[in-house]
């Protein structure tokens, strides 16, 4: 018997998924496969949790909701918990390396990837009555197998005798890839379309496009702060660095004080006393004492004395053009943007109208940062409405995308542009790029402007752009990133012809094929014994070291170097190694006593990276990690974050390989020389794919077929390494046999 408070009540029923409860329920109950699609904000992530619960489905096994994004894992199982009166004792989450699960869990959130592991443990995942499959149109990786095995768990599951459901929520994006997929659904599975309000939304296009988005963003929001009536605007752009970049500026701009009323303000004649006392005194500081804070605080207040001085000197302006428009229609912000832009050649005059609107407006601006490593309170405030008197302004990653609905926005100022991981075909190499969001995000981004009433999307590019740049669609990632450790995973779940498997997109049979390869020359997957087989049903299993090493929540390569050195007594190294190899950009900090780029050279060099983050762990122990950090240009997060992977990692192995019993210690040692070149040596192990020789063209020519050229390759690398006994030894303990002969592209 569920109690809530009628204040969630009243809220719970403004959602038009409440009043679909009875039909959505009885589709579950009569389908083993239902698929879901709504609008974003529609309730389908905190009701139909809900809706099962109170259904039963939690009596005797647990509800299980997967989510692609650790930021929507955590914010969702929190409200669901709230809103059905529970504590996070029985509506928990999990996700890699944290979480609240307990015995008495009845919902359990998850990062996708978390289930999939669970998969490998309890194939028919006998711990839950009902599978959630959320954000399906993200198409993680993740998601698409799972949904691939989902779809032939559920058969097992009814064969048994303890039906299992599968639901797949998603977006109303991309919802034929699974309804009319053959391969997932023999017949297809029921629909149930959500309906929901959505306001009518204005598109404004750039005529220009700007390609400083973020100054652009900046002069949006100050745009629509100054102009344009009430309303929360919400900002993309594209990192967490960003959106503290814009947060600060639009802080600094617009700062609101906790001692002044603003509500009484606001409706009082706007007074330039009052105004000058907001703007021209200490503004509050409500995220951080950053310096850069303070810097960009003491430029604001400089610019705007300067354009104080100035503003008496100059030609009239016709301040009613900074008036409030009224309602709708005439929140075109374009137009004059594109005036000034052909009529003001000079940009300080621009400037100084931008810092002008920004001096005579009073009304402060309540800016909240979001991004999925944000923690869990900061990441709530962006649900809660901004202090009386104030505009809610929330500068945004891509998870406010789908993932999380934030009330009351009117304006989406859209950069046009996210973080996509890109990877390189040739080599496995992956990086994050900014790229152009895709034509589907894009229109998915103008939405949010319409959930309360009718708003306007500013995109900071041209519609040449958009329709030119913009990709309709991106490819679902499963085929685009390169799938060793996707491969390895399910060849431990005993899916062993990976290239047939119902995924709801294939990747590319050829990148599966190079996948199985890599694997095989770093040793985890093997041979059969020979029988009778024909070449084409050749299968590769995993080895022994391959099962270790699929243990790691890391990728093969990674895992191997961890698997070998219990060999070499050299583990807790090697845990500091792999820990921050796997954690990005630990060293791109700007040291305080550096030179502008000397820094960018240790980037590539793992020893220093040792060495630098052992130093960090000695400083951390004797509380001085901060100012060791920003002296030597470290990224305070990244090492907090290895520090954590540390620890996950070394309670992982001292679990799972009998006789182990590493510490964590603060104060380790450097790795002495000997130490370090067998560190080198566990690198190389897990790296051999990736090391190249550069050879001579007259070698070339000499007719060497591929592979004798990267057999040299690998044996230089090897030579490289240390001594040729201990590679050779360390490389045998991984795998017997030739490890040399079919080394991947140097
Ligand atoms: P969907 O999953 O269909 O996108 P959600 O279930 O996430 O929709 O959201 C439904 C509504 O609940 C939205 O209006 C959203 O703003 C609101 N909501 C979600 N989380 C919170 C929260 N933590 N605090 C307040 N409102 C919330
Ligand atoms: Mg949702």
Same mark, same amino acid.
């Given at each position: 018997?569920?109690?809530?408070?009628?204040?969630?009540?009243?809220?719970?029923?403004?959602?038009?998924?409440?009043?679909?409860?009875?039909?959505?329920?009885?589709?579950?109950?009569?389908?083993?496969?239902?698929?879901?699609?709504?609008?974003?904000?529609?309730?389908?992530?905190?009701?139909?949790?809900?809706?099962?619960?109170?259904?039963?489905?939690?009596?005797?096994?647990?509800?299980?909701?997967?989510?692609?994004?650790?930021? &929507?894992?955590?914010?969702?199982? &929190?409200?669901?918990?709230?809103?059905?009166?529970?504590?996070?004792?029985?509506?928990?989450?999990?996700?890699?390396?944290?979480?609240?699960?307990?015995?008495?869990?009845?919902?359990?959130?998850?990062?996708?990837?978390?289930?999939?592991?669970?998969?490998?443990?309890?194939?028919?995942?006998?711990?839950?009555?009902?599978?959630?499959?959320?954000?399906?149109?993200?198409?993680?990786?993740?998601?698409?197998?799972?949904?691939?095995?989902?779809?032939? *768990?559920?058969?097992?599951?009814?064969?048994?005798? /303890?039906?299992?459901?599968?639901?797949?929520?998603?977006?109303?994006?991309?919802?034929?890839?699974?309804?009319?997929?053959?391969?997932?659904?023999?017949?297809?599975?029921? !629909?149930?379309?959500?309906?929901?309000?959505?306001?009518?939304?204005?598109? #404004?296009?750039?005529?220009?496009?700007?390609?400083?988005?973020?100054?652009?963003?900046?002069?949006?929001?100050?745009?629509?702060?100054?102009?344009?009536?009430?309303?929360?605007?919400?900002?993309?752009?594209?990192?967490?660095?960003?959106?503290?970049?814009?947060?600060?500026?639009?802080?600094?701009?617009?700062?609101?004080?906790?001692? !002044?009323?603003?509500?009484?303000?606001?409706?009082?004649?706007?007074?330039?006393?009052?105004?000058?006392?907001?703007?021209?005194?200490?503004?509050?500081?409500?995220?951080?004492?950053?310096?850069?804070?303070?810097?960009?605080?003491?430029?604001?207040?400089?610019?705007?004395?300067?354009?104080?001085?100035?503003?008496?000197?100059?030609?009239?302006?016709?301040?009613?053009?900074?008036?409030?428009?009224?309602?709708?229609?005439?929140?075109?912000?374009?137009?004059?943007?594109?005036?000034?832009?052909?009529?003001?050649?000079?940009?300080?005059?621009?400037?100084?109208?931008?810092?002008?609107?920004?001096?005579?407006?009073?009304?402060?601006?309540?800016?909240?940062?979001?991004?999925?490593?944000?923690?869990?309170?900061?990441?709530?405030?962006?649900?809660?409405?901004?202090?009386?008197?104030?505009?809610?302004?929330?500068?945004?990653?891509?998870?406010?995308?789908?993932?999380?609905?934030?009330?009351?926005?009117?304006?989406?100022?859209?950069?046009?542009?996210?973080?996509?991981?890109?990877?390189? #075909?040739?080599?496995?190499?992956?990086?994050?790029?900014?790229?152009?969001?895709?034509?589907?995000?894009?229109?998915?981004? &103008?939405?949010?402007?319409?959930?309360?009433?009718?708003? #306007?999307?500013?995109?900071?590019?041209?519609?040449?752009?958009?329709?030119?740049? /913009?990709?309709?669609?991106?490819?679902?990632?499963?085929?685009?990133?390169?799938?060793?450790?996707?491969?390895?995973?399910?060849?431990?779940?005993?899916?062993?012809?990976?290239?047939?498997?119902?995924?709801?997109?294939?990747?590319?049979?050829?990148?599966?094929?190079m996948?199985?390869k890599?694997?095989l020359t770093?040793?985890?997957?093997?041979?059969?014994?020979?029988?009778?087989?024909?070449?084409?049903?050749? !299968?590769?299993?995993?080895?022994?070291?391959?099962?270790?090493?699929? @243990?790691?929540?890391?990728?093969?390569?990674?895992?191997?170097?961890?698997?070998?050195? #219990?060999?070499?007594?050299?583990?807790?190294?090697? *845990?500091?190694?792999?820990? +921050?190899?796997?954690?990005?950009?630990?060293?791109?900090?700007?040291?305080?006593?550096?030179? @502008?780029?000397?820094?960018?050279?240790?980037?590539?060099?793992?020893?220093?990276?040792?060495?630098?983050?052992?130093?960090?762990?000695? +400083?951390?122990?004797?509380?001085?990690?901060?100012?060791? /950090? @920003?002296?030597?240009?470290?990224?305070?997060?990244?090492?907090?974050?290895?520090?954590?992977?540390?620890?996950?990692?070394?309670?992982?192995?001292?679990?799972?390989?009998?006789?182990?019993?590493?510490?964590?210690?603060? @104060?380790?040692?450097?790795?002495?020389?000997?130490?370090?070149?067998?560190?080198?040596?566990?690198?190389?192990?897990?790296?051999?794919d990736?090391?190249g020789k550069k050879i001579g063209l007259d070698e070339v020519k000499q007719g060497w077929s591929t592979a004798s050229i990267q057999h040299v390759r690998h044996a230089a690398?090897?030579?490289? &390494?240390?001594?040729?006994?201990?590679?050779?030894?360390?490389?045998?303990?991984?795998?017997?046999?030739r490890e040399e002969d079919s080394s991947g592209r140097g």
């Amino acid at each position: 018997e569920v109690k809530r408070d009628p204040k969630i009540q009243v809220q719970r029923l403004k959602l038009p998924i409440l009043g679909e409860e009875q039909r959505i329920m009885e589709l579950i109950n009569e389908n083993e496969f239902l698929i879901v699609a709504g609008e974003t904000g529609s309730g389908k992530t905190t009701q139909i949790p809900q809706f099962l619960y109170e259904a039963g489905y939690a009596q005797h096994k647990m509800i299980a909701v997967t989510e692609p994004r650790r930021v &929507a894992t955590v914010a969702m199982s &929190a409200r669901v918990g709230y809103e059905l009166g529970l504590t996070s004792k029985e509506v928990s989450y999990l996700m890699r390396f944290e979480g609240n699960v307990t015995k008495d869990t009845k919902i359990k959130f998850m990062t996708d990837g978390v289930l999939l592991k669970e998969v490998q443990s309890d194939f028919l995942l006998s711990k839950y009555s009902v599978v959630i499959i959320d954000e399906a149109h993200e198409r993680s990786a993740y998601t698409d197998i799972l949904l691939g095995l989902l779809t032939r *768990i559920v058969p097992l599951r009814r064969k048994r005798g /303890c039906p299992l459901r599968l639901i797949i929520m998603s977006a109303t994006l991309r919802v034929e890839d699974f309804t009319e997929n053959t391969r997932l659904f023999k017949t297809p599975p029921p !629909v149930i379309k959500i309906e929901s309000r959505q306001f009518p939304v204005t598109t #404004h296009f750039n005529k220009n496009t700007n390609s400083d988005y973020l100054k652009e963003a900046y002069r949006k929001a100050v745009k629509i702060h100054t102009r344009l009536p009430e309303g929360g605007i919400l900002i993309f752009v594209t990192g967490q660095q960003e959106v503290h970049y814009l947060v600060r500026k639009l802080r600094a701009a617009f700062p609101y004080r906790k001692d !002044v009323n603003y509500s009484k303000l606001i409706t009082k004649n706007k007074s330039v006393s009052d105004a000058d006392a907001a703007l021209d005194s200490e503004p509050e500081d409500i995220e951080s004492d950053d310096d850069e804070v303070e810097k960009e605080m003491k430029r604001a207040r400089k610019a705007r004395r300067k354009l104080k001085q100035k503003s008496k000197t100059l030609p009239k302006i016709n301040l009613d053009d900074y008036d409030m428009p009224d309602d709708d229609g005439q929140a075109d912000l374009v137009d004059d943007d594109d005036d000034s832009e052909g009529h003001l050649s000079d940009s300080d005059t621009e400037e100084d109208l931008l810092a002008l609107s920004i001096k005579s407006c009073r009304q402060p601006l309540w800016v909240l940062p979001l991004y999925s490593m944000l923690s869990q309170g900061k990441q709530a405030r962006v649900f809660q409405a901004a202090p009386p008197g104030a505009r809610l302004c929330v500068v945004s990653t891509d998870v406010a995308e789908t993932s999380l609905t934030i009330p009351a926005v009117r304006y989406v100022v859209d950069s046009g542009k996210k973080k996509m991981r890109v990877y390189d #075909h040739v080599t496995g190499a992956s990086a994050w790029r900014i790229v152009w969001t895709s034509q589907a995000s894009a229109e998915q981004r &103008a939405g949010r402007a319409g959930r309360v009433s009718s708003g #306007h999307t500013y995109r900071l590019y041209s519609s040449a752009v958009f329709q030119h740049e /913009c990709p309709e669609q991106y490819p679902p990632d499963i085929c685009r990133r390169p799938v060793d450790d996707l491969v390895l995973t399910m060849k431990c779940m005993g899916i062993d012809k990976v290239v047939n498997f119902p995924f709801p997109t294939a990747p590319d049979r050829m990148q599966l094929r190079m996948a199985e390869k890599r694997l095989l020359t770093l040793g985890i997957l093997e041979k059969p014994p020979m029988k009778n087989i024909r070449k084409d049903e050749e !299968v590769l299993k995993v080895t022994p070291l391959g099962m270790a090493v699929s @243990a790691f929540p890391l990728l093969p390569r990674y895992g191997k170097m961890l698997a070998l050195s #219990h060999q070499q007594n050299l583990l807790p190294y090697t *845990i500091m190694m792999v820990s +921050a190899l796997t954690v990005p950009e630990v060293m791109s900090g700007k040291p305080d006593s550096w030179p @502008a780029t000397g820094h960018m050279l240790l980037l590539g060099d793992p020893g220093v990276l040792l060495r630098a983050v052992g130093a960090a762990e000695y +400083a951390y122990s004797k509380g001085e990690e901060e100012i060791f /950090c @920003a002296k030597y240009g470290l990224r305070e997060k990244g090492i907090k974050e290895i520090r954590k992977l540390r620890k996950q990692l070394t309670s992982e192995i001292n679990l799972s390989v009998a006789g182990v019993d590493v510490t964590v210690d603060p @104060a380790m040692q450097p790795p002495s020389d000997a130490q370090a070149r067998l560190l080198r040596q566990l690198l190389l192990c897990g790296l051999g794919d990736q090391v190249g020789k550069k050879i001579g063209l007259d070698e070339v020519k000499q007719g060497w077929s591929t592979a004798s050229i990267q057999h040299v390759r690998h044996a230089a690398a090897q030579r490289r &390494a240390g001594a040729p006994a201990e590679a050779g030894a360390a490389l045998r303990a991984g795998r017997p046999g030739r490890e040399e002969d079919s080394s991947g592209r140097g």
